[in-house]
């Protein structure tokens, strides 16, 4: 995941979005989606990384969509291709692949992709996802447990939050936030909030890892989808950052905070967590 901030922010009345996937299928089942659930999108699609070289000089695209194994060349060299000759100067590139987690744990993406996204959360996760980059306005709200130790970083971390209607309950521990998720557990809201935003480094005893084994672990078993869990880091150490994801982080966000990208992250991992709760109750 690029630390690389968005410095263009998207505002078109018709977004277009450009998908490159190898796949047909996929490419139309993204289209799809895409049309249906972001209103006047166009979508330029392309088979192979010479057909995106070209597409990019034909006019303004507001985001990218990449499967990494092209027919003519690795996705990751397409991403580098468009930071070097986008006639603009931003666009956010999403990696889209099967194997995006593991390729996240190991920490193998690069500076030029800014955002990656999992095949297995399925299409409509991703129109999701990519709506937060080309419609953030339409943030659906929520709760997010926040754990930060800092008062200066909590005050502007929790206004960027609050400023996009996201409801924000702010804690300086672990111990804290496990006090309310026990609240909400025997009130029976689980697991309470929508999602938890952390820091990993607390002056406290326990720490955002231990945070993240807790939660994951037998004594609440609250896996990813149920509640999805970011952590905040300024170590950009790779090995540091894959124990992590291994314990159990859905995403990083890597500081100094830049606002647009914490937002489409929280409001991503917000929207499926709800996505994949409505199934488990229609389940039962």
Do not use: W
Not at 110 to 119: I, L, S
Not at 131 to 150: A, F, H, I, K, M
């Amino acid at each position: 995941m690029s630390t690389q901030g968005i410095t263009r922010h998207i505002s078109s009345e018709t977004p277009r979005i450009m998908v490159v996937d190898g796949s047909r299928v996929a490419r139309k089942l993204i289209e799809q989606v895409l049309v249906k659930d972001v209103p006047g999108v166009t979508v330029i699609s392309c088979e192979t990384g010479a057909e995106a070289k070209a597409a990019l000089q034909e006019g303004i695209i507001d985001l990218v969509t990449t499967a990494l194994r092209l027919p003519d060349m690795d996705g990751l060299e397409l991403a580098h291709y468009i930071r070097e000759h986008a006639p603009q100067a931003y666009i956010p590139i999403i990696v889209v692949s099967g194997d995006a987690q593991e390729r996240l744990i190991s920490r193998s993406f690069g500076e030029d992709v800014t955002d990656y996204f999992d095949k297995g959360l399925g299409f409509s996760a991703l129109s999701a996802f990519i709506q937060g980059y080309v419609r953030p306005e339409t943030e659906p709200g929520g709760e997010v447990l926040y754990v930060e130790d800092s008062r200066v970083v909590a005050v502007a971390t929790r206004r960027m939050m609050e400023k996009h209607g996201l409801k924000v309950t702010h804690v300086i521990s672990v111990e804290d936030a496990l006090a309310h998720l026990d609240t909400a557990r025997e009130q029976g809201r689980i697991p309470g909030p929508d999602v938890i935003l952390t820091d990993v480094y607390l002056k406290s005893g326990l720490t955002g890892q231990d945070l993240l084994e807790r939660l994951r672990g037998p004594d609440y078993g609250y896996g990813k989808r149920l509640l999805p869990i970011l952590v905040m880091t300024g170590d950009d150490n790779p090995a540091n950052q894959s124990v992590l994801l291994r314990a159990g982080a859905n995403d990083l966000v890597q500081k100094p905070i830049e606002e647009r990208l914490l937002i489409t992250k929280l409001i991503f991992q917000l929207r499926v967590g709800r996505l994949m709760r409505e199934h488990l109750a229609a389940a039962k």
